[in-house]
């Protein structure tokens, strides 16, 4: 009896032990960024208070060891997380590893001091001024992407060390960068007052503290990832509520280092930091991250795109693969590594083979999965219907996709849980016929796939219809074009693909509404009877497939895209078999068009090389080249078989074969910032211009003889000579030089006139090669013309700054303004002005955008200059208003912010739209200031302006669809998170309307593209036409997806807004005959209208492209708006 109780109690101190054991927390490190302060209370608080201990994390917080980089340590793996600023972002350009889990501080602590008493407290006052900074400038880059942006000739001393703020004490630098919670109280404490210069004040608002870890941790262990990030923030809330408490703690447990009183100064700057009370703790924006990745790119340290989706936390955790396999399913899978799946020849745009290789929604799909499962996916194509029963019920096939159930299936084949596709039941007619439904095919004859579920409900339902049965979906529906049948039976999408593809223009689809059978669908993967395993799989699979990779595919297969393939002929298929690979010759410099970086290509070639490799199956090598010549040279020498980019002229015609026409650009001339307007290139005659590429030359020496130009060997030194004042000016296409001078030259040239409109550009083979040219033909004409766009949009957004230099110019303007106040109050006479006085005021007149208006704002003054870019002469504007130029685009409010400023005594400036005479418009930078009198009254208002009608046009060019001309895509993720996060800080609604035409496919597919094409543009019209403020936003998504921005009073108001716009769409009276809702052009719409505080911009864009869905599901033409 004493043994069995000695016995048991073992067993139960044994349990106890291996229990604990088992539930004990998780034990992880947390790397600081430096030592122990109050820059990481929540930190201190969360483990503290228990915050960790609660979610089972047992959590090492390890201060900085300055002989280690703190975020290698957590990239290696000697931490799980750590704490970095914004350099996370250029970590991740640079490919490390690293994610975001969580930011900290909203705004960087970064900033410029120096001793108050030197004043020196604004940017501008930094030139020439020694500086102390950081041995490398990523540590401190908000300061030096300031410094940049401001061309500042600075001297950055980087020798650091401890205490080194002692410098500037002592006057041996003038500015150092500090921490602003931390290094002004040093300054404080010593008795010395200091000067802060915040570059969040200048446009560079970083991020400050992040939380963030290795991409290992957040791949294999995301829940606890979630549960590291809940007790932090939930130490952090604690911290910033309980401050004095912290403080304490801080200095009694993890440092002495710092004074309570420095320590309370630290708390209350980074509370501001934090910045809770108008962003949420912790609130990531992907936009400013993208934004701050942009940065990075400008200044030249790095070259790459930021992807979020391996980058954020957020993301990663959305697309995590969590399939929960059973041991028996990876048994499965590592036995069969190959899964063998049925491509139904002729179900497109799901299934399909196109030059003999499988295609389709369904054929990317299956990718996915195999991706996703680790195992190879083989296409069996080539196969009957019939045979491929055969086939899985041999278990020589795997799985049928794209399969609808009925009883006489079930006995052979289980279906999946899901399924992907929904099977639209229409009918082909001719378009002449009347038949609208199927009790109008009576006693007439429907084609029909043998087989098919659709032959089986005919039979049951409908006897007195005549079938007639075929191989596959592409022979029916060719027997109701050649009048064999009078209906074909089929899918719509189906239908649609083959219409489209072989031009079968005499037919029309119907959508059949038919209470007699099922017309909608649903369509399963289907494996072999009692492969329960194999089923399970594939629905786990499916769980862990993205909305957005679904989404993708949907954009990708069932919006028009799938009609852009490539037919070729026999001969064009067999060269291409035969050549295998094809190598193209892409400069190695010569953005936005193309650039070889490592072994990728950027620039607008790459997308069209990407969409080549996809519709021809082959692969594209590169061949780095620098120049055309050079390109040219190894054509000749078959060392490329294809040339990306030449300009398509009747001399290049004469050595090579040219594709059609896809891309124009103007030609532009660049030259230095202190260049006044120039009117004609004919002005410049005896001036010395550079050129680069040969094919220009001819046109320009014709047109402009009496200009010398001259050859140079790269755009660089055409730009550094145009800079050095070799040469007056550079010629070249816009894009090139547009990026080239944003990049490395934005101080110090501009581009000043527009030459030539449109140099149009080709891909080139060699002469013998005309085969291939046949290839690009078709290529380039199954690209859309909104794909096109959408290609240059994407790369073209050249931001480029052209300043004046104004103090040259308010020297001669004070001069030229003064005799204006003479000439005012006739206060002396001005026949004895000097020949110098008349120079200047010649050369104000000549070139240099000026008027004068009285207190009402009556033109009493024009510059020759103005006159020339306006259209009008000075007669015609002299005793005009002011508004004789204004454009109708330009909102009231401007113009009454104008008018508050001068009348207040204060100079104006800004941007301004003007309309010319002729009905043209014209930008320029405004700089409108009063003229006083000796009593210092207003007399009279003056502007100067500056020509940014180039700048403008490059903007639209980025921004605007080519097609609508309302905005486009690009614009939308841009501006929208902007305008998100002004309405956060302002606590405001934020409205989004999303809304796609209805049934606009038919349309196209019965009225014609270029049909289509009007609609598109009277829509974006009615759009733009029913906005009522500036502050109203309508883009052109993509397709026929349209979205409205705007900001309500009420949601009320918000919903009234949306149904006007609806009604403002009916009332345009667009015929659709074809549309099952409505007699003309209707849209469905989603509308999500919400405090911009309870929601992100991802969430807002998912809501309403919901709720759009919804708005169809329910009957198209209407808005559906979130609860």
């Not at 006057?171 to 915040?198: C, H, R, S, T």
């Not at 010569?590 to 090389?609: A, F, R, W």
């Not at 912010?897 to 043209?920: C, F, L, Q, V, Y």
């Amino acid at each position: 009896m004493e043994f069995k109780i000695k016995n048991n109690f073992l067993i139960l101190i044994f349990s106890i032990i291996l229990f604990s054991n088992v539930h004990a927390n998780e034990k992880i490190t947390l790397q600081l960024k430096w030592f122990h302060q109050f820059q990481f209370a929540g930190y201190y608080a969360a483990k503290e208070k228990g915050f960790y201990e609660e979610l089972g994390l047992d959590v090492e917080i390890k201060e900085r060891d300055l002989k280690y980089n703190n975020i290698d340590e957590v990239i290696k793996g000697n931490a799980q997380y750590g704490v970095a600023d914004s350099i996370l972002i250029l970590y991740r350009l640079k490919q490390q590893p690293v994610v975001i889990i969580s930011p900290i501080f909203q705004h960087s602590p970064n900033v410029f001091i120096s001793i108050k008493k030197n004043n020196i407290s604004s940017i501008y006052e930094l030139n020439n001024k020694d500086i102390l900074f950081y041995p490398s400038d990523t540590d401190g880059f908000s300061l030096i992407a300031m410094l940049k942006k401001f061309d500042l000739d600075v001297n950055l001393i980087r020798e650091r060390y401890k205490d080194d703020y002692i410098k500037l004490i002592n006057n041996e630098v003038d500015v150092m960068p500090a921490y602003i919670a931390n290094e002004p109280f040093l300054f404080k404490e010593k008795g010395y007052d200091v000067n802060i210069i915040n570059p969040t004040n200048y446009g560079f608002d970083m991020y400050g503290d992040m939380l963030f870890t290795n991409e290992d941790e957040a791949r294999n262990n995301p829940n606890r990832v979630e549960k590291f990030k809940e007790a932090t923030l939930k130490g952090w809330k604690y911290a910033l509520e309980n401050k004095e408490e912290i403080i304490q703690l801080i200095h009694e447990k993890y440092t002495k280092e710092k004074s309570i009183e420095h320590l309370r100064y630290e708390a209350n700057a980074i509370d501001s930091l934090i910045n809770k009370d108008v962003t949420p703790l912790g609130y990531l924006d992907q936009g400013r991250i993208r934004y701050i990745s942009e940065m990075y790119k400008y200044y030249g340290l790095t070259e790459s795109k930021i992807d979020l989706n391996n980058f954020l936390f957020e993301e990663i955790s959305k697309e995590d693969n969590k399939l929960f396999l059973t041991n028996e399913e990876k048994k499965y899978l590592k036995d069969n590594p190959i899964l063998k799946v049925y491509n139904i020849d002729s179900l497109p745009p799901y299934n399909f083979t196109l030059n003999n290789y499988p295609k389709g929604f369904m054929i990317d799909y299956m990718q996915l999965v195999g991706k996703l499962l680790g195992v190879q996916v083989e296409f069996i194509q080539n196969k009957t219907w019939k045979e491929s029963f055969e086939m899985i019920k041999n278990s020589q096939l795997d799985i049928i996709p794209n399969i609808a159930i009925n009883e006489e299936r079930k006995k052979t084949i289980d279906f999946t849980n899901f399924s992907l596709v929904n099977f639209q039941v229409s009918l082909g007619v001719n378009k002449q016929s009347d038949i609208k439904n199927l009790e109008d095919l009576e006693n007439k004859t429907v084609s029909v796939v043998e087989n098919s579920f659709l032959e089986d409900i005919l039979r049951k339902n409908y006897p007195k219809i005549k079938l007639y049965t075929t191989k596959n979906s592409l022979e029916a529906i060719e027997a109701v074009a050649s009048n064999k049948v009078d209906a074909v039976i089929n899918n719509l999408s189906t239908i649609d693909y083959f219409i489209n593809k072989n031009w079968l223009s005499n037919l029309k689809t119907i959508v059949i509404k038919d209470d007699n059978i099922e017309t909608v669908v649903p369509l399963h993967l289907g494996v072999k009877k009692d492969n329960l395993i194999l089923k399970s799989i594939l629905e786990k699979a499916h769980q862990n497939i993205s909305e957005k990779e679904i989404r993708n595919l949907v954009d990708k297969w069932l919006k028009n895209d799938f009609y852009e393939e490539v037919k070729l002929t026999q001969i064009e298929h067999d060269y291409l078999s035969k050549k295998k690979n094809i190598n193209y010759c892409v400069n190695s410099n010569l953005m936005p068009i193309e650039k070889t970086n490592n072994k990728n290509v950027l620039g607008i070639t790459s997308d069209y090389i990407n969409i080549f490799k996809e519709k021809l199956n082959i692969n594209f090598n590169q061949i780095e080249i620098e120049s055309t010549k050079d390109a040219f040279d190894k054509l000749f020498a078959h060392e490329c078989d294809l040339i990306t980019f030449v300009e398509n002229s009747d001399d290049t015609k004469k050595l090579v074969n040219l594709s059609n026409s896809h891309l124009s650009f103007p030609l532009v001339l660049v030259t230095k910032l202190d260049k006044t307007f120039i009117s004609s290139l004919k002005s410049l005659n005896g001036n010395k211009i550079a050129y680069l590429d040969e094919a220009y030359k001819e046109m320009l020496i014709k047109a402009y003889p009496q200009i010398e130009f001259v050859k140079v060997d790269s755009l660089k030194q055409g730009l550094d000579d145009v800079k050095n004042g070799k040469f007056f000016g550079f010629v070249e296409i816009l894009p090139v030089v547009g990026y080239k001078i944003q990049k490395d030259f934005s101080n110090s040239l501009k581009i000043s006139k527009e030459i030539f409109n449109n140099i149009y550009f080709s891909m080139a083979t060699s002469k013998n090669n005309e085969i291939l040219i046949d290839i690009l033909n078709k290529l380039f004409s199954s690209i859309s013309n909104e794909k096109k766009d959408k290609i240059v949009n994407n790369w073209i957004s050249i931001n480029y700054e052209k300043e004046i230099n104004y103090e040259k110019l308010l020297i001669i303007g004070a001069v030229f303004i003064f005799v204006l106040i003479i000439i005012s109050l006739k206060n002396r006479q001005i026949n004895n002005l000097n020949s110098q006085m008349k120079k200047y005021i010649k050369l104000v007149d000549e070139n240099v955008l000026t008027s004068s208006t009285d207190l009402d704002g009556n033109i009493t003054y024009a510059s020759e200059a103005f006159c020339e870019i306006s259209g009008y002469s000075k007669n015609e504007l002299i005793g005009q208003n002011h508004r004789i130029s204004r454009h109708p685009d330009m909102a009231d409010s401007i113009y009454k912010d104008m008018w508050e400023t001068i009348i207040s005594g204060k100079t104006w400036n800004g941007e301004i739209k003007n309309r010319k005479k002729n009905g043209e418009y014209y930008w320029v930078k405004a700089h409108i200031s009063p003229i006083f009198n000796n009593k210092k009254e207003i007399v009279s208002y003056t502007a100067i302006r500056e020509n940014i009608t180039d700048k403008k046009k490059l903007e639209e060019i980025s921004i605007t669809d080519g097609l609508t001309n309302i905005y486009n895509r690009r614009y939308f993720d841009q501006i929208f998170p902007k305008i998100i996060n002004s309405a956060k800080r302002n606590n405001e609604l934020i409205a989004f309307l999303f809304m796609d035409i209805d049934h606009f496919k038919q349309y196209n597919d019965n009225y014609g593209h270029e049909k289509g094409d009007n609609v598109l543009i009277k829509f974006a019209a009615c759009l733009k036409e029913s906005l009522n403020r500036s502050s109203d936003f309508a883009f052109r998504l993509g397709g026929e997806e349209f979205a409205v921005v705007f900001q309500p009073e009420t949601k009320e108001k918000a919903i009234e807004f949306a149904n006007i716009i609806k009604n403002n769409i009916e009332k345009l009276q667009i015929k659709h005959e074809f549309s099952s809702v409505h007699l003309h052009i209707t849209a469905s719409m989603g509308l999500v209208c919400k405090n911009a505080n309870d929601i992100s911009i991802d969430e807002i864009y998912k809501e309403a492209d919901d709720l759009l869905y919804e708005a169809k599901r329910s009957g198209r033409n209407q808005v559906k708006v979130n609860k």
